[in-house]
């Protein structure tokens, strides 16, 4: 008996080729996972010897849902936008995390001075980044709009306008085009009277509307064609102009801007690990390498150290040009919207 | 051969009847690990999601006592004081477990607009003594949010308390129970609508498929083995190619200035580009060919078994080729016509990947809602009511087909 316990404990080594991980951490892939990797994860490897699994996923808190109710957690630490950290800390499927632990600021300031105010609002995540949906035009055929308001003008300006299809900030935007103060948006969303208005001003512009589903596809319609304007992450848009040289200009007014935080999967059996890897990774070094790709670090003290140059593209320079998104009005509103929204897309 | 010959003796009866139970047991021995396949990888998640799409429990665990004291409640006013109490101390208690968040996600589904006013709720009563809860729990929670005054908010509590519930079948048909138990139709339209839609592509899908597919095969069948083979390599080809390679290769060629427009502009066809992409029209035609060699194969498999001098007998008796064809060939394969499409048509209904790409606004089908409510809305209690849905509504349809056209019809090969 005890050889074939040997054998089947051989067997079942060597069936799994992955060496065993330390810390599994999730995040969103693309240019922006890997300024993670290198500014985060591979200093974080590097210091501590951990081994870390770093993988991609597409957002969304179902697949947290389905770990904690099967109880079996395989991600440690994830990287989540605002808009679904509401929701999936206050179900219970993030760890609370103890804020008064993070390190001091690289210039001495402390934590709770140094991170930007949004970034520690939440008591399951740590700030990671701003970033922002902006509208971009390809200046090809002229400068093109500079407003939400004339994003919305298919008179002066014609041509298609790629939005992504979801209820999100496509409903503030219309709002605000049709003339609403960008502090009364989400009060006005919030009535029957609001969602139908900013129908009807979608309504003004559904012809000329090309839906898509994931950023990627953002640059992508703006360069072949697809679009004369299209709304995107901002960081989508500053790589297409950086990298690639595209004939493209982000337009700030009306942004809408949210963060992207560090959180702990409820239940993991890596808790400590999980915490020492975010308190390093929200250090202030760490956080200043994000702009690589074009989002704002959420310390002050990583903000100082960007060259001037750079500043102008990260979201953090426009903020009072900007929409901070509300994720507590999305938790509320984004289903009945989301059924609204599909309702409309088929009229 | 002295003893009667049809008569075993109890001996070799027993042998007999002992052997043919061996084999039905070999038998059933070889199918064991299928039969564990099937029941872990296929009934077991079906009828999880039947019972889920019935069965919520998650707001009767969360506040029992609240719900046995609303059973006394008459709807119309607001509830007396001691469910007010009741629930403000469950309120509490699920402040400090965490557990608030999932009480705010099922009453803002009855009730949108309510999740922010369960979580502001929780956070004022987290702290307070349990003492000052039985004292003043009812004035604590009208003070945290007056909404709780409203007959409505206790409408929804009680709606989302029901254990088993039919209301995630009633809104997949656009339906809702009101407070006094009366069904309605809901503000907003859409599921049926798009359940039509997905069963209108379908079957566009399914007459595309046959109109392209069914020549091919015909022409492949006739062919010589050589030929044959060599046209099978690329009915073939798209199953070795990954869907997504294959669906962006539609995406390449269908938009704005893609090959097909750029093409048809350099001829002079037309002189602005056409909408292609992101179209009810893109989702069809690369569904057409993706799905395209599950019509091909099994008419393939039929009109090659067709025993070809029927055809030539209708002919040499003077019958025209188009009527030989329609009266000796077109029955014959009929089988095999039946089989791809019932496959192209059940699988193009619960397709998802490739609406989703390049399917823009009128491309979506039912599906792309599900993996809505899966995946954003997180209401899996709807998303498994519509699958479910959408299961009886093929059955259904497979049982008009038995009707019409009879299952023993069916035929791969």
Redesign the interface.
């Known amino acids: 008996m005890k050889k074939h316990l040997t054998l089947l404990a051989t067997l079942a080594l060597t069936a799994s080729p992955v060496v065993a991980q330390d810390l599994t951490v999730t995040s969103f892939g693309g240019a922006y996972g890997a300024a993670q990797k290198e500014h985060m994860i591979d200093p974080f490897v590097a210091e501590t010897g951990t081994n870390i699994l770093f993988e991609d996923y597409?957002g969304?808190?179902?697949e947290m849902?389905a770990q904690v109710e099967a109880g079996n957690i395989q991600w440690d630490v994830v990287d989540i936008e605002v808009i679904d950290l509401e929701?999936a800390?206050?179900?219970?499927y993030l760890e609370?995390i103890d804020q008064s632990t993070l390190p001091d600021g690289d210039d001495g300031t402390p934590a709770a001075d140094d991170f930007i105010e949004d970034a520690l609002a939440n008591e399951c995540g740590v700030g990671n980044i701003v970033w922002s949906v902006v509208f971009a035009v390809n200046t090809e055929n002229g400068p093109g709009p500079q407003t939400i308001a004339e994003f919305f003008d298919t008179e002066a300006f014609p041509g298609?306008r790629g939005l992504r299809?979801?209820p999100q900030v496509n409903m503030e935007w219309a709002l605000i085009a049709d003339g609403v103060a960008r502090e009364d948006v989400y009060d006005l969303l919030?009535t029957e009277e609001g969602q139908a208005r900013a129908f009807e001003k979608l309504d003004t512009i559904k012809e000329d509307?090309?839906?898509?589903?994931s950023w990627s596809q953002a640059p992508v319609l703006l360069n072949?064609?697809?679009a004369q304007m299209v709304q995107s992450a901002n960081g989508r848009i500053f790589a297409a102009i950086q990298d690639d040289g595209a004939p493209f200009s982000i337009v700030w007014d009306s942004h809408v801007y949210d963060l992207d935080v560090w959180a702990i999967m409820k239940g993991t059996p890596n808790k400590d690990k999980a915490m020492e890897f975010i308190q390093f990774a929200t250090r202030t070094v760490p956080l200043s390498g994000m702009q690589d790709v074009a989002y704002g670090p959420t310390r002050r003290s990583a903000q100082a150290l960007l060259p001037e140059s750079v500043k102008q593209d990260l979201p953090t320079a426009h903020l009072e040009e900007g929409l901070k998104a509300d994720g507590?009005?999305w938790?509320?509103?984004?289903?009945?919207?989301?059924?609204?929204f599909?309702?409309w897309?088929?009229q | 051969m002295t003893t009667a010959p049809h008569r075993l003796d109890p001996a070799d009866a027993r042998n007999a009847a002992r052997e043919v139970r061996k084999r039905r047991l070999q038998a059933f021995l070889f199918v064991v690990p299928l039969l564990i396949f099937i029941v872990f990888a296929f009934v077991a998640p079906i009828t999880t999601m039947l019972f889920r799409s019935v069965h919520n429990p998650t707001v009767a665990n969360l506040v029992p006592d609240t719900l046995a004291a609303l059973d006394d409640w008459s709807g119309e006013t607001t509830p007396d004081e001691t469910v007010l109490i009741q629930f403000a101390s469950d309120m509490k208690r699920m402040a400090n477990?965490?557990?608030?968040?999932?009480l705010?996600?099922e009453i803002?589904?009855a009730l949108?607009?309510?999740?922010?006013v369960v979580?502001s709720t929780a956070r004022s009563l987290r702290r307070v003594e349990d003492t000052e809860i039985a004292a003043n729990g009812a004035s604590l929670l009208l003070e945290a949010n007056d909404r709780w005054a409203d007959p409505a908010t206790w409408h929804a509590l009680r709606s989302a308390g029901q254990v088993y519930s039919s209301s995630y079948y009633l809104t997949s048909v656009d339906l809702e129970r009101k407070a006094d138990g009366s069904i309605a139709q809901r503000d907003?339209?859409?599921y049926v609508?798009?359940y039509i839609?997905t069963l209108r592509m379908a079957l566009i899908i399914t007459v595309l498929t046959i109109v392209l597919g069914y020549p091919l095969a015909f022409f492949m069948a006739q062919a010589s083995d050589g030929l044959a083979n060599f046209l099978m390599v690329f009915v073939l080809l798209p199953f070795w190619t990954s869907l997504l390679v294959r669906t962006t290769a539609w995406i390449a060629l269908l938009?704005?200035?893609?090959v097909v427009n750029s093409t048809l502009m350099a001829i002079g066809v037309i002189d602005q580009?056409l909408e292609l992409?992101?179209t009810e029209f893109s989702t069809i035609i690369a569904m057409t060919h993706i799905l395209l060699p599950f019509m091909v194969l099994p008419l393939y498999a039929v009109m090659r078994g067709i025993d070809q001098s029927f055809m030539r007998a209708a002919i040499s008796m003077g019958s025209r080729p188009l009527g030989a064809w329609y009266r000796i060939f077109l029955p014959m394969s009929l089988p095999g016509l039946s089989a791809g499409a019932l496959l192209v048509f059940i699988i193009s209904v619960g397709y998802y990947i490739t609406p989703?790409?390049v399917g823009?606004?009128d491309g979506?089908m039912i599906s792309n809602?599900i993996a809505?409510h899966?995946?954003?809305?997180?209401?899996w209690e709807l998303a498994a009511a519509l699958g479910s849905l959408l299961l009886v509504l093929i059955l259904l349809l497979y049982w008009l087909f038995d009707r019409l056209v009879g299952a023993d019809n069916i035929k791969l090969g």
Do not use: H
Request: hydrophobic residues 30%.
């Open positions: 597409g969304g808190i179902a849902k929701r800390c206050a179900e219970g609370v298609k299809k979801r919030s509307i090309v839906w898509y589903d072949d064609g697809g507590i009005f938790a509320d509103f984004g289903e009945s919207l989301g059924e609204k599909n309702e897309l088929l | 477990d965490r557990t608030s968040g999932q705010a996600d803002n589904r949108p607009g309510m999740s922010s979580k907003t339209q859409i609508k798009l839609k938009q704005t200035n893609g580009p992409l992101y989703a790409l823009g606004t979506q809602i809505f899966m995946q954003q809305s997180n209401n």
